[in-house]
């Protein structure tokens, strides 16, 4: 069975500082792993995903992150925070054949001060 | 292009009520998948439909079952409503049979409430 840990239910951080947003996954075979962000009474937005290719994936909003296979992380990093990006972000990941299933991390908090 | 759609935005209900929450996909998307997203937990997956089939179903008992129509919207019904139901739903559609990596763009959500 395929899990999602995030360390951390709450990150603060000063405007202009580094994110960093930690997702480590549990998995049988190598998953498809996602971002997603969702803002107060909002669905989830997509940020980036990973699927094959290139372990370091860039997605909206200047947000990246990286495969890290022997690591089985895929943390989520922003070079500069800004207040907008205040929000509830969650990693999942999908099984790499059939349908998709999204099995989500808890969820991070991500809290932004001037 | 419209986004995808739910309603209501928000319900009360009282336990052992039945309820239905409906989604309208995003205009050229063909399948739809429900989630239910716990206060403090992120979403769980409920179950998929694909051109009106269930494609795929999680852990969650027969009482939560569903429909799609033939424009690809779709609804969720739960039965016998407890209150460990009283969740926000979230209805996700994409694009072609709903493969692993296709981006599925989420609906605002449905926050049910039982009493």
């Known amino acids: 069975a395929q899990s999602v840990t995030q360390l951390g239910s709450h990150v603060s951080v000063s405007e202009g500082a580094l994110v960093l947003l930690r997702c480590n996954y549990s998995?049988?075979?190598?998953?498809?792993l996602f971002w997603y962000v969702q803002y107060p009474n909002q669905g989830l937005q997509l940020l980036l995903k990973?699927?094959?290719?290139?372990?370091l994936v860039k997605g909206i909003n200047g947000f990246e992150a990286e495969f890290k296979k022997s690591e089985t992380s895929f943390h989520l990093t922003k070079p500069s925070a800004h207040m907008s990006d205040a929000a509830e972000y969650f990693c999942?990941?999908?099984?790499?054949?059939?349908?998709?299933?999204?099995?989500f991390g808890t969820g991070t908090r991500l809290l932004v001060s001037p | 292009e419209t986004g995808v759609t739910q309603s209501p935005t928000h319900l009360i209900k009282t336990r052992g009520q039945q309820v239905t929450l409906r989604c309208s996909s995003q205009?050229?998307?063909?399948?739809v998948s429900w989630y239910q997203q716990a206060l403090g937990q992120g979403p769980q997956f409920i179950f998929q439909?694909?051109?009106?089939?269930?494609?795929g179903r999680g852990n969650f008992p027969p009482r939560f079952s569903g429909l799609q129509f033939p424009n690809y919207s779709s609804e969720l019904n739960v039965n016998a409503l407890e209150l460990d139901d009283s969740a926000l739903y979230l209805c996700?559609?994409?694009?072609?049979?709903?493969?692993?990596?296709?981006?599925?763009?989420f609906g605002q959500g449905t926050r049910l409430t039982v009493v």
């Open positions: 990973y699927t094959t290719g290139a372990t």
């Open positions: 205009s050229g998307h063909n399948t």
């Open positions: 439909y694909y051109r009106e089939e269930e494609n």
């Open positions: 999942a990941v999908s099984m790499n054949t059939g349908f998709q299933k999204l099995v």
């Open positions: 998995s049988s075979v190598p998953p498809y």
């Open positions: 996700a559609s994409s694009f072609a049979s709903g493969g692993p990596n296709t981006e599925a763009f």
